[in-house]
């Protein structure tokens, strides 16, 4: 298990988006972008239990490899700042098993019940991303833009991620200050699965 500590930004439209992935600081400074292509299917009940007990289960398929994820939500700073609980596992078909989460699979049971498992939220996106030294901390500039579906329905995705790779999270702030406040980005407090949610519950 390992935390997530991050702070995403909305990107109002696709010319901004073009800016920024053509920035010449941040080309200079940290070279160029990794390109990961991403596609994740969401799991709850149909209820969405595990969402009301603060907990989100994924699958997804990055760059060809599947990595299934459990998050859980443990605070949100007033700066925007996320940061969860995460577990990791990277499994070698499209499945969801609690078991491939041992610390947590017996509260899941619970929290599940007799129900079952269904997806209720799928994303399909370029993630696009820098390593980045600042401060004292190591952190991931990532760009996202795609699609979140659910129910036939989509939202589109654009926007910044920041996250604390290692180091200290004030230093997250002051990086976005520095480097993509004349961009004037918002903090998007909404998750891409929360946004997917709310389509999930429009009838």
């Known amino acids: 298990?390992?935390?997530?500590?991050?702070?995403?930004?909305?990107?109002?439209?696709?010319?901004?988006?073009?800016?920024?992935?053509?920035?010449?600081?941040?080309?200079?400074?940290?070279?160029?972008?990794?390109?990961?292509?991403?596609?994740?299917?969401?799991?709850?009940?149909?209820?969405?239990?595990?969402?009301?007990?603060?907990f989100v289960i994924r699958i997804r398929k990055e760059n060809g490899v599947y990595?299934?994820?459990?998050?859980?939500?443990?605070?949100?700073?007033?700066?925007?700042?996320?940061?969860?609980?995460?577990?990791?596992?990277?499994?070698?078909?499209?499945?969801?098993?609690?078991?491939?989460?041992?610390?947590?699979?017996?509260?899941l049971k619970e929290i599940i019940g007799k129900k079952e498992l269904v997806k209720i939220v799928e994303t399909d996106f370029v993630r696009r991303t820098l390593d980045v030294e600042y401060g004292s901390s190591e952190l991931e500039l990532a760009v996202d833009y795609g699609k979140i579906i659910s129910r036939g329905k989509e939202l589109p995705i654009m926007?910044?991620?920041?996250?604390?790779?290692?180091g200290i999270e004030s230093d997250i702030v002051p990086f976005i200050e520095d480097y993509l406040k004349h961009y004037n980005l918002k903090v998007r407090t909404e998750s891409k699965f929360a946004r997917g949610v709310d389509l999930f519950m429009k009838k």
Do not use: Q
Not at 25 to 31: A, P, Q
Not at 37 to 45: E, K
Not at 68 to 82: A, I, M, N, P
């Open 1 to 54: 298990m390992g935390s997530e500590i991050e702070i995403k930004l909305d990107i109002k439209n696709e010319d901004v988006l073009t800016e920024i992935l053509d920035d010449e600081r941040l080309k200079k400074d940290f070279g160029h972008y990794t390109i990961i292509s991403m596609n994740a299917d969401y799991y709850d009940t149909r209820d969405l239990d595990l969402l009301r007990h603060n």
């Open 67 to 107: 990595v299934c994820t459990l998050k859980k939500r443990t605070k949100e700073l007033d700066s925007g700042v996320l940061i969860r609980e995460e577990w990791n596992k990277e499994v070698p078909v499209k499945a969801i098993k609690l078991e491939y989460f041992p610390e947590t699979k017996d509260e």
């Open 159 to 166: 926007e910044v991620e920041v996250e604390l790779k290692k």
